[in-house]
């Protein structure tokens, strides 16, 4: 990589990857996933977002896959959160789900709380590990003229799909969101069930 | 080790709306592992840990779907944190757990996780309700399964060593 490498801003390369998040159902992830996927649906009731149980990001996703086979699901979610629960990587291969995006925005650190680097600042590479595991569609990002590809695969792609977003330290956008997991359930329960 | 109350067990589960089943293999629910692989309405999930059959039916309810956690006591250990999202989000949960470390163990190992598994899953809020005798598997199954899906409760069903039987490994 030279000296004038682009580096990717997570507050422009998350929104261009998932476009119109309405196509969706999202489970966020925790911190920076949870606030980039906040700021781009307005909190909105076809996203859950965690607060805490990191590492369930991506299980929680194939749970909503299995029982919604008609609606793409995407899990976004960060470095950190994915590489606390790696072995739900390889249920994600074994069951395959075709409606399964997993979005991993990676900036290589513990950003939210001290910016502590990461596994994966230090030789781990999480879509290795996803080939490993046996997902069979996998999208590495580091440049924009990497993003074209990727979100067509997110959305469209028989999946599932990985898509692994390297950025840089630049901060996630400023947002609010409701930390009350049972209220917002109940919301995307309601908006996608038309029951709580 | 017959059968027969496993296979009431898994027809009870499966009148009861359950179609998700996700496992950590185990001797204790081989049966139950072994019908939902070949019923052509039900989903068996296989883990690499525990832990993803927490936030799995947590995303199944999300879904509109149904699933229970089917683990050994040992895997209690590994939920603890998970056990958070169900808790604060109100999630309906059931799980089903074979004990290990209770009447007759043999493997010295099993004791501490097998002794704690109860007193870990109250202190992170949820019901454990223990069965000891193949008559009471099937009503204690509909009632833990009645509390979690009409009352958003998490309910853990431990299946004892005295109905299981106690392992030599």
Redesign the interface.
Same mark, same amino acid.
């Given at each position: 990589m030279g000296a004038d490498a682009e580096v990717l801003d997570r507050k422009s390369a998350v929104p261009a990857l998932i476009g119109d998040p309405a196509d969706f159902l999202i489970i966020g992830g925790l911190a920076g996933t949870a606030r980039d996927i906040a700021h781009l649906t307005g909190d909105g009731d076809n996203a859950f977002l965690l607060g805490g149980a990191m590492g369930a990001a991506v299980s929680v996703g194939l749970g909503l896959a299995l029982t919604q086979p008609g609606r793409r699901v995407l899990v976004a979610t960060g470095d950190g959160e994915l590489l606390m629960g790696l072995g739900a990587l390889g249920t994600v291969g074994v069951m395959a789900p075709a409606n399964l995006s997993i979005l991993c925005v990676d900036n290589g650190h513990y950003q939210e709380t001290g910016g502590q680097p990461s596994h994966t600042s230090l030789g781990v590479d999480l879509a290795a590990i996803a080939q490993g595991c046996g997902i069979p569609n996998i999208h590495g990002v580091a440049t924009s003229d990497e993003i074209g590809a990727a979100a067509m695969a997110l959305r469209a792609a028989n999946g599932p799909v990985f898509v692994l977003l390297k950025v840089g330290m630049a901060a996630p956008p400023a947002t609010r969101r409701s930390f009350d997991a049972a209220a917002r359930k109940s919301a995307f329960r309601q908006a996608l069930l038309g029951a709580p | 080790m017959t059968g027969a109350w496993q296979d009431a067990l898994y027809d009870s589960l499966r009148d009861g709306g359950v179609t *998700?089943f996700a496992y950590v293999p185990d001797a204790g629910h081989k049966v139950l592992i072994a019908r939902a692989g070949v019923d052509r309405d039900a989903?068996a999930?296989?883990?690499? =840990?525990e832990?993803?059959?927490?936030?799995?039916?947590?995303?199944?309810? *999300?879904?509109?779907?149904l699933?229970v956690l089917l683990m050994q006591s040992s895997g209690v250990g590994n939920c603890v944190?998970?056990f =958070?999202?169900i808790r604060?989000?109100?999630?309906p949960f059931l799980a089903l757990i074979s004990m290990r470390g209770d009447f007759g163990e043999q493997n010295p190992w099993q004791l501490p996780m097998g002794q704690g598994a109860e007193p870990v899953m109250e202190a992170m809020g949820l019901r454990c309700m223990r069965v000891e005798r193949a008559e009471d598997v099937v009503p204690d199954a509909r009632a833990a399964l009645a509390m979690a899906t009409k009352s958003n409760a998490a309910v853990a069903m431990l299946l004892g060593q005295r109905l299981i039987g106690a392992k030599s490994f």
């Open positions: - | *998700l989903i999930v296989p883990l690499a =840990s832990q993803e059959g927490v936030g799995l039916l947590a995303g199944a309810h *999300l879904g509109g779907g699933g944190n998970f =958070s999202l604060h989000g109100r999630f």
